[in-house]
């Protein structure tokens, strides 16, 4: 985020109520996209009964973010929110942008602040760490 020129202030641990707009998104993620796949956690250890995530994952985690993606833009993106007086998040970042630009990256910095993919399932983050992007053993059932 300090490549992007965002500061993070975040918040305690184990205080949920203290990052109430993310919790509310992650909530709405959880109910309108991630209970359509087998493979999930469950919030706690009565719903996840006998379930066996690592047994039941059925994708990758380029393809869980690739889903992800396309959720937010073509769904998220365009439903009405409450906190945005009836308007769909679209409509509300087309009217703040309309007179103020928000800030362009050039391929470069985006590269720095994303990362690129190098081989295979493997991402270089531009903390100098790299992330794989690999499911684990028999997850492609």
Same mark, same amino acid.
């Given at each position: ?10 918040? #305690?641990?184990?205080? !949920?109520? &203290?990052?109430? *707009?993310?919790?509310?998104? *992650? /909530? @709405?993620?959880?109910?309108?996209? &991630?209970? /359509? ?18 047994? =039941?994952?059925? $994708? ?9 993606? =396309?959720?937010? $833009?073509?769904?998220?993106?365009? +439903? !009405? ?7 769909? !998040?679209? +409509?509300?970042?087309? +009217?703040? @942008?309309?007179? &103020? %630009? #928000?800030?362009?990256?050039? %391929? ?5 602040? *994303? ?6 399932? @493997?991402?270089? &983050? ?7 992007? @690999?499911? !684990? ?5």
């Amino acid at each position: 985020m300090a490549a992007a020129g965002i500061t993070n202030f975040g918040a #305690p641990a184990g205080k !949920p109520w &203290l990052r109430g *707009f993310i919790e509310r998104l *992650f /909530r @709405t993620i959880h109910a309108k996209l &991630l209970q /359509r796949f087998s493979g999930r956690t469950f919030s706690d250890v009565v719903q996840r009964g006998e379930n066996n995530h690592l047994e =039941r994952a059925s $994708v990758t985690l380029e393809d869980l973010l690739g889903f992800l993606t =396309r959720w937010i $833009v073509d769904i998220y993106h365009l +439903e !009405p929110h409450r906190g945005l007086h009836g308007m769909t !998040p679209y +409509e509300a970042w087309m +009217e703040a @942008t309309a007179n &103020l %630009r #928000p800030a362009e990256m050039s %391929r470069r910095e985006m590269r720095h602040v *994303f990362g690129s993919r190098t081989s295979g399932n @493997t991402r270089n &983050l531009a903390s100098g760490s790299s992330i794989s992007t @690999t499911c !684990p053993t028999n997850c492609m059932r």
